[in-house]
């Protein structure tokens, strides 16, 4: 089960970090660098959060099924 979490986090962080990069490159800013990056760091914990969640309601709904 921790592996469920880490690899979405995981994903996310490598994600968010090429978003960043052609960001940077490609997209002329509108805001500050310190502004985007606070975006992509809220973009990962909102997936962190996501996978927690999701393995929060698989649990109760195995539980259940197992009963």
């Given at each position: 089960?921790?592996?469920r979490v880490?690899?979405?986090v995981?994903?996310?962080m490598l994600g968010a970090t090429v978003c960043f990069v052609l960001m940077?490159?490609?997209?002329?800013p509108i805001r500050s660098?310190?502004?985007?990056?606070?975006w992509l760091f809220?973009?990962?914990?909102?997936?962190a959060l996501g996978a927690l969640c999701y393995l929060?309601?698989?649990s109760l709904l195995g539980r259940r099924?197992?009963?």
């Open positions: 089960t921790k592996r880490v690899l979405p995981v994903g996310a940077l490159f490609f997209i002329t660098v310190w502004q985007e990056m606070a809220s973009a990962v914990f909102w997936c929060f309601i698989r099924g197992r009963s």
